[in-house]
Nanobody, 122 residues
Framework: QVQLLESGGGLVQAGGSLRLSCAVS????????MGWFRQAPGKEREFVLA????????QYADSVKGRFTISRDNAKNTVYLQMNSLKPEDTAVYYC???????????????WGQGTQVTVSS
């Protein structure tokens, strides 16, 4: 079993930055692809970014390219989401997720965190 715990959410003004962290425990972290998803009020959960287990490959949703960055530290069993130039439409609950694969998937994750709220004020 894999446990994921997000942190770092909060309230920020438009144009500001936040960094989310996701601490992973329970299985060898380095064998899991990691992803970030988000769900805004009244909307379905959507893919944001993903990173391969080595950290060498990433996938980004078009809506966050150039603003958000995903990274991981396998020694610390942690994946990060750096969010810059935040917009009100980035307001959502952000979830990290893990799946055992060498690919960088945008769907089909097996393990999920509880989520952390990010609110961007205009």
């Amino acid at each position: 079993q894999v446990q994921l715990l997000e942190s770092g959410g909060g309230l920020v003004q438009a144009g500001g930055s936040l960094r989310l962290s996701c601490a992973v425990s329970g299985r060898p972290f380095s064998r899991y692809a990691m992803g970030w998803f988000r769900q805004a009020p009244g909307k379905e959960r959507e893919f944001v970014l993903a990173i391969s287990w080595t950290g060498g490959r990433t996938q980004y949703a078009d809506s966050v390219k150039g603003r958000f960055t995903i990274s991981r530290d396998n020694a610390k069993n942690t994946v990060y989401l750096q969010m810059n130039s935040l917009k009100p439409e980035d307001t959502a609950v952000y979830y990290c997720a893990a799946t055992y694969t060498i690919m960088v998937p945008t769907t089909g994750y097996d393990y999920w965190g509880q989520g952390t709220q990010v609110t961007v004020s205009s």
